[in-house]
């Protein structure tokens, strides 16, 4: 009855429905190959509570870096107007590891970057409409939208996460440079700690974990080169329990930022995953824009239920963190099914087709169900390049119900964006469809974009990830290898773009 009161009748009957729509799709669930009972409510480890979250976390990869980003509690977001957006004060960070633990960071109230984002996502697409046969005013209000999008991503990083963007960081490939690190940390903290072990979570009394301060010093040494001195010195204080402002605080910050300094290899140093796993509220920023995460590999995921399943159903294929059964060879291309998009099915066309020559698929022909089918579960890549992401010819509740072999490359606007289904439950996209059919991988874009977008990303990714084609081992051996470089489309281009990808 209090639900009643606080909920006004049509929106009432649309959350209904929305509801209605999710229950259909939680049945789903009984015709995938995940393993129901590590995804549903009641399941044993749900039920077995943070225990249940730490034996997930234990079969795990060890290579694999799981952080959750999620904002603080505000019932306003399911009571409140729908029309209006609600603003958090809080943002919590949590390092899922062995033992997960958790930093809670205020947000200052006057940064409105979920009206800021909401509005450069609108009017985008709006002037993709307005401009369409002006390129000219498209391009310079598309530049000015890019700064805002930076300015976003740079609030995110230093107004939102702060310090604490450290805990980002992932897991280092060299084992040997990951130890070194390591040792260096615990001697400098053995030095604080007046000889107490750092490997006992509770030396130092109640006020400091010297195990968990251990943990997050070491970030820090990874991340130095991003933060500022200050913000080294916020977190020495808070880890340790000192006063930023005192002798011993900068005497151990100095010696953190010297550590990253010395062992140069750090600049460099390649990283395993990062799993960042976000709530509805955080889904559409571009966490991977951040500068700390530059050239890092960053995915993500819905929840920890969903990634342990995944991995669970992947487990035979996983080596070092990565899932290496794909076979390059093997994969399916859909292009301009509306049959709308000719000069893009053009560009493709001509860069694709010598870049996969076993591939198959069709060009600018609606495929039946059967076929999309067909693309999804027989073939180890799926290339969907057209408007959306190709579900009304083949039904996200279809999806679920196959075994999705591909690594699903979905290129067109708002392809892996969710929608809001109402109040009472989360957001709901293709994506979760392509995840409950077991999909290894899914890329694709969050909001709306323009085909040569979509084109110069999907031709360089392909272009980079693929391993050379026998006549382009053949032509290598012939010149200099100079031709990996970034590729460009246009008119004029076009010559240079189909050598790069024929050699």
Known sequence: ????????????????????????????????????????????????????????????????????LTCGFNPLRRFGDPNQIQQTTTLHITRLESEPYCVTVNLPANVGLFEELSNIIAHHKTQLQEFIHCPTKYWKAREEKNMRMNAIVRQLEN????????????????????????????????????????????????????????????QVVLAAAKLTFFEVKKIVASCMGVNIKSEECNTLAEEIININKSITELETAKRHPLIIILDD???????????????????????????????????????????????????????????NLNSMEERIKM??????????????????????????????????????????????????????QAASLLFGCNSIGLTSLGRLVENWGTTQSYLIGCSPCIVGALWTVTDQDTDRFALNMLHHWLPPTEEMKKRMALVEPKEKRPLRNGKKNREILYRAFAQ
């Not at 084992?175 to 040792?183: Q, T």
């Not at 990634?307 to 794909?326: M, P, Q, R, Y």
């Not at 860069?351 to 060009?363: A, D, Q």
């Open 281 to 339: 509220q955080l889904e559409q920023f571009p966490w991977e824009m951040i500068s700390l995460l530059s050239g890092h590999p960053v995915v993500r995921a819905y929840s920890l239920h969903m990634l342990h399943a995944l991995f669970k159903v992947h487990e035979k294929d996983i080596k070092n963190g990565h899932v290496v059964s794909t076979n390059p060879e093997l994969g399916n291309y859909i292009v301009n099914p509306d049959q």
């Open 159 to 218: 107004a939102w996460m702060k310090e604490w963007r450290c805990l980002l960081a992932g897991k280092l490939v060299n084992d040997e440079l990951s130890r070194k690190v390591e040792s260096a940390v615990k001697e400098h903290l053995l030095k604080t700690s007046q000889g107490k072990s750092v490997e006992d979570s509770t030396a130092g009394g109640d006020q400091v974990n010297y195990r968990r301060a251990s943990q997050i010093l070491f």
């Open 1 to 68: 009855m209090a639900f009643l009161v606080l909920t006004d009748s049509s929106q009432l009957t649309s959350d209904s429905q929305n509801l209605g729509m999710y229950l259909n799709v939680d049945c789903q669930l009984d015709e995938t190959h995940l393993n129901k009972d590590l995804v549903d409510f009641g399941g044993e480890l749900q039920q077995d509570g943070i225990n249940g979250v730490r034996k997930r976390l234990a079969e795990l990869p060890k290579e694999w870096t799981v952080v959750q």
């Open 351 to 404: 860069s694709l087709v010598p870049r996969t020559p076993k591939w198959k698929g069709i060009f600018g022909v609606k495929p039946t169900s059967q076929q999309f089918k067909t693309a999804l579960k027989d073939y180890d890549i799926f290339f969907y390049s057209g408007h959306g992401c190709g579900t009304k010819y083949l039904l996200g509740e279809d999806i679920q119900k196959i075994r999705v």
